[in-house]
């Protein structure tokens, strides 16, 4: 079951669907149904929630999930929101037990940092204490998130297993000629691709301003790189302001939106760049890996457990949280990577490395039916 997910968790609950199903296990998805619009999710049920909790909307679906939990063997609830109703449905329906049947186990997957502002993040503590104490096994994406369940009193804590499609490397030439032809780039630019949800959990202002200070550098130190081009893929609330800057001449910001071409994009980019706040194990930089990319990125929640050394990291306050970095700190990063042609190309080699350790989709359903049937 799900609340109301983007792309990454939705993208993770369809494959591991897609493989319980082939395994011939029976599985029944209960979300929201932009949700089910959006996945192919197979057999669903509706189930009436949004984004926070709400009273009106939260009793029917309870009454939804009661005979649904009841007659599961696993429940598996991916984000807190699921899981807290997850953890009320299974008590309901534990004091009206089916004959010959005994409480069914449930998992909860953690997928998201705490969010910004008192009230949100009061509500998301609540949340995480009902799940940590009412569920049998609690798993997070990032090892920040299985360290906040096991202090929030999670009996049984785990890691969860998130990996990215296979996509095989594209050839690089190629496809960077096809994305100057697009942009109208000059042969000496210097792509620098940032992808995801155009949301603030990304950071994107931390990467527009990390352009600004590249291409216009005021330490006399330091050389400005004046061929550089932000090209940010993804859509999502930020839009808006990100369409205006990418409109201004001059700009050298390219918003392209929602592609399906994410692979291809990749291997065309000098750089990869992440300047999220927080990530749990971003499926698009295991992307970037499989393509080879030269990595820079912010070390916050899982980002340094996926790429390892193959990427250039930018610390904040301190390592594994929220922190915002400084953007000048991500543009002598960049500068570093976009000057210095053997550096790249070890990061480039190291990235390809790396992509070949990182877990596949039978691991993802291997660790999935291990918590299934494990203890508790």
């Known amino acids: 079951m799900t609340g109301l997910v983007a792309g990454g968790v939705g993208r993770h609950v369809e494959m591991l669907v897609r493989g319980l199903r082939a395994r011939g296990h029976q599985v029944v998805v209960a ?11 197979g057999r669903t049920v509706a189930l009436p929630v ?11 679906a309870l009454r939804t999930l009661r005979p649904l939990v009841a007659g599961a063997d696993v429940v598996h609830a991916h984000g807190l929101r699921a899981g807290a109703l997850a953890v ?11 004959p010959a049947r005994r409480r069914p186990r449930l998992v909860v997957t953690s997928h998201n940092a705490p969010p910004q502002g008192r009230a949100a993040r009061a509500v998301y503590v609540a949340m995480e204490r009902l799940v940590a104490r009412g569920a049998d096994l609690v798993l ?14 999670a009996v049984r804590t785990g890691q969860a297993v998130v990996p990215a499609a296979w996509a095989a490397p594209v050839d690089r030439t190629a496809a960077r000629s096809a994305l100057g032809a697009e942009l109208g780039l000059p042969d000496q630019a210097r792509v620098v691709l940032v ?35 932000l090209v940010i893929v993804g859509e999502g609330p930020e839009r808006s302001w990100l369409a205006d800057l990418a409109a201004r001449p001059g700009s050298g ?38 393509q080879g990319a030269a990595i820079v990125a912010t070390d916050v929640g899982g980002t340094a457990a996926v790429v390892g050394d193959a990427a250039l990291l930018v610390r904040g306050g301190h390592a594994g949280t929220t922190d915002a970095v400084v953007p000048e700190d991500v543009a002598v990063a960049l500068r570093r990577v976009l000057r210095d042609d053997a550096f790249r190309d070890a990061l480039r080699g190291r990235a390809l490395a790396r992509a ?7 691991d993802a359903l291997g660790a999935a039916l291990a918590a299934y049937l494990g203890p508790g």
């Open 31 to 41: 979300c929201p149904a932009a949700v089910s619009s959006r996945f192919d999710l």
């Open 50 to 60: 949004g984004s926070r909790p709400n009273p009106v909307r939260d009793v029917p």
């Open 88 to 98: 009320l449905a299974r008590g309901v329906a534990a004091r009206r037990p089916t």
């Open 140 to 153: 997070g994406v990032s090892p920040d998130l299985v360290e906040r369940s096991a202090r929030a009193g």
């Open 195 to 229: 992808v995801g949800r155009l949301a603030p959990q990304k950071g994107l202002e931390t990467a527009v301003a990390a352009h600004a200070a590249l291409v216009e550098v005021h330490d006399p130190g330091a050389s400005p790189v004046e061929d550089a081009h």
């Open 253 to 290: 910001v390219h918003l392209l939106g929602h592609r399906p071409d994410v692979p291809a994009l990749l291997a065309a980019a000098d750089v990869v760049l992440s300047t999220a706040r927080w990530e749990g194990q971003p499926v698009w930089l295991q992307e970037a890996l499989q």
């Open 356 to 362: 070949a350790e990182l877990p596949t989709e039978d």
